[in-house]
Each structure stands twice: as C-alpha cells, then as structure tokens.
C-alpha cells in the first residue's frame, strides 16, 4: 500500500495538468528504506510528448546523486498518461527498475475527475496496490 500526503498527491496532480497535452513525469523521494515519499521533485519530459515520458538524463543523474548523498531513494516515480487511464503501458513496465518504487500514474484524460492509481512493478510484473492519502504521516 503507498501512503502518501495529500499535499504531495495534489502536486503531483498540478504537475501533470500543467504539462498537459505531453506527458508529466517526477520522483517523490524519501529516506532510504522508510517507503515514506516526503521530497516531491518534478522532473522534465525530456520526450515532449502526449503519449510517451523520459527523464532527461543529465537531470537524472544529478538528482540521482544527490539523493545518494542525502541517503534518500526514490520512494515514487510518477508520470500521468494524458489520454488513457492510468494503468502503466508495456514501455513503462519495460523501463521500470527501481523495484522498490510506487509506480503512480496520473491521468488527465477526464479535466474534471483526477484519476491516481499505484503499482509495484517488479521483472515486469505490474501489481496495483492500495492508494492511502493522508493529512500527515504519524
């Protein structure tokens, strides 16, 4: 189940409809091993696309290395599907490798109904999970 705060879920939820027709995409990151998202950080669509999303890789890697040395994984990496509902497609499933993250999609297909939805993805085996949103984390 991913717990999340409201107030990173509603970001999550700007971020893609400010993006919107392309594709948004981000990481939520959290201290390592706590599955706690706390840092919610927007990332560029380096595709620039309605229908497919890439981190750009130099952004990556810094933000890579800088969670390292803030010992901090990504505890979400989202994007929204812009289009069809949010359910992860086979490229996004075949670029999944952190095992540990919340997948969570993000569609914005509907302008007024926000659709969120969470999954493990794992050797490519996709398991949605339970999606609690919370005022604060006790």
């Not at 400010?18 to 950080?41: K, M, N, T, W, Y």
């Not at 289009?83 to 999944?96: F, K, L, Q």
């Not at 993250?101 to 085996?125: C, F, K, M, N, Q």
Request: glycine share 4%; aromatic share 8%; charged share 30%.
């Amino acid at each position: 189940m991913l717990v999340i705060r409201a107030d990173l879920v509603e970001a999550m939820v700007k971020h893609a409809r400010a993006d919107h027709p392309d594709e948004a995409c981000g990481i939520i990151a959290g201290p390592e091993g706590s599955d706690q998202p706390l840092r919610f950080v927007p990332m560029v669509n380096a595709e620039r696309s309605p229908t497919f999303y890439r981190f750009d890789s130099g952004e990556q890697l810094r933000l890579w290395r800088e969670m390292d040395r803030n010992d901090e994984e990504p505890v979400v990496i989202y994007h929204s599907h812009t289009a069809t509902e949010a359910y992860p497609s086979r490229t996004d499933i075949s670029y999944a490798s952190e095992p540990n993250a919340h997948y969570v999609l993000v569609s914005t297909r509907d302008a007024d109904t926000d659709e969120i939805r969470s999954y493990r993805i794992v050797d490519g085996v996709v398991t949605e999970e339970p999606v609690s949103i919370v005022e604060s984390y006790s």
